[in-house]
């Protein structure tokens, strides 16, 4: 793959069916790197397998065929990943600050927390200070996860669609983690190495992760990997204005069934404010009506036919 081109991905966790707001996602994704002549990567986020059977991932791959969302390069599992991240793991406690973090749930939960926009808790640093004797108390009972420690700096960058970004990574995220106490990756590393190893030069995807970007960010600039762009996709609604769920009612292998590729194409291109009518539509002649500046900026509401 040539320096200059682009490379988008779609990049699913399989803990459940895939919902047309993935499918959603993923035509954007597609359509975003092919109109700029370049590769559409798929990925599959199994990081935890207990969460993310291969049964779903095989049913996430068959829906994306059927559509046409084929991987230009073999799909990454990151279950497969493991060394990779351990490496990335080796080289943050190098050049930042790693540290063990014994707090349970209910610690992190407690009454006086800051809660943050993404629903997650501001981390109030109560491991980063332990001594080496408090922590060998600790670990004979608990293991740990493990996290970064965050400066008072602020990240700052466009998003395709929603616009200049920034986030306070002391104030607005905090330490976070990167190794989980189960000892499996976490999601901002693993997502952050694949991506550079990867080559990805841009990152669609739904809006529920436009607080984490700046964390990825900042592990990018940490390993010396490339920054992609980002383009944050709103919240796609079910037609009765509901939110979707990874449930077998919002299935996208139901719809699958009663529908034709390029009825659900068609539908798509409309719901994400590419054409003005519902008509078939195969994904080359979508191409051609895309541009990240008609999609909505507010949340999408699925027509009937995608219901
Ligand atoms: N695996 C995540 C999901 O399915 C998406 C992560 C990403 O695109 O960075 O929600």
Redesign the pocket.
């Known amino acids: 793959m040539n320096g200059n081109e682009t490379i988008g ?5 399989p ?1 459940g069916f895939m919902h047309v707001g ?1 499918i959603l ?1 993923a035509v954007i994704a597609y359509l975003s790197a092919k109109s700029k002549g370049g590769k559409f990567v798929v990925r599959i ?1 199994d990081l935890d397998p207990l969460r993310c059977p291969r049964t779903a991932a095989r049913d996430i791959i068959e829906t994306l065929e059927f559509l046409g969302l084929k991987s230009d390069a073999p799909i990454v599992y990151q279950s497969e990943r493991t060394k990779a991240y351990a490496a990335a793991f080796q080289t943050l406690c190098k050049v930042s600050q790693i540290y063990p973090c014994y707090c349970s749930r209910a610690e992190l939960h407690g009454a006086d927390v800051i809660r943050l926009p993404d629903g997650g808790i501001l981390y109030p640093g109560t491991c980063k200070t332990l001594t080496e004797t408090q922590r060998a108390q600790k670990v004979r009972n608990i293991k740990p996860a493990y996290r970064i420690a965050v400066p008072d700096e602020r990240i700052i960058y466009d998003d395709m669609l929603f616009g200049r970004r920034e986030q306070d990574l002391a104030k607005d995220c905090g330490d976070f983690i990167i190794k989980r106490s189960d000892g499996l990756y976490a ?1 901002q590393l693993a ?1 952050t190495v694949d ?1 550079g190893e990867y080559g990805i030069t841009e ?4 809006a ?2 436009l607080h ?1 970007t700046p964390r ?1 960010i900042y592990l990018q600039r940490l390993l010396g990997l490339p920054q992609p762009e980002y383009l944050h996709i709103p919240l796609v609604l079910h037609s009765s204005g509901r939110k979707l769920s990874k449930s077998a009612g919002d299935s996208a292998a139901r719809l699958l069934k009663h529908r034709s590729a390029s009825e659900i194409i068609g539908a798509i291109g409309f719901a994400a404010g590419l054409t003005h009518e519902i008509r078939p539509m195969t994904l080359n002649g979508l191409i051609k009506y895309y541009s990240a500046d008609r999609l909505p900026h507010d949340n999408i509401l699925l027509p009937p036919e995608l219901c």
């Open positions: 991905r779609f990049a699913p966790t803990s993935n996602c986020e999601y997502v991506d990152v669609v995807r739904g529920d992760l984490d990825q």
